[in-house]
């Protein structure tokens, strides 16, 4: 049994955490806003949004093609 990554496996787990981490920067940013004004819907311009849903895109699809539980 091989347990080392191949370098497009390694490339694509470093991708995903790069992802994972500007998700995380986004979320805080709406977060932070949503506190200090609940009423703030119509602050998000639609690149934050469209960006916003790339990175969970990404990340779905990341998921999808490496299930936790594989060999």
Do not use: G, H
């Not at 347990?3 to 977060?31: C, G, M, Q, S, V």
């Not at 004004?37 to 311009?45: A, E, G, K, L």
């Not at 960006?51 to 093609?65: D, G, I, L, P, S």
């Amino acid at each position: 049994m091989n347990n080392y990554l191949t370098k497009r496996e390694a490339a694509a787990i470093e991708a995903n955490f790069d992802n994972t981490r500007e998700a995380w920067r986004w979320r805080a940013l709406i977060d932070a806003e949503f506190r200090t004004d609940p009423m703030s819907t119509q602050c998000f311009d639609l690149r934050v949004v469209q960006r916003v849903r790339e990175c969970m895109a990404r990340r779905e699809a990341f998921v999808a093609t490496r299930p936790l539980d594989a060999d």
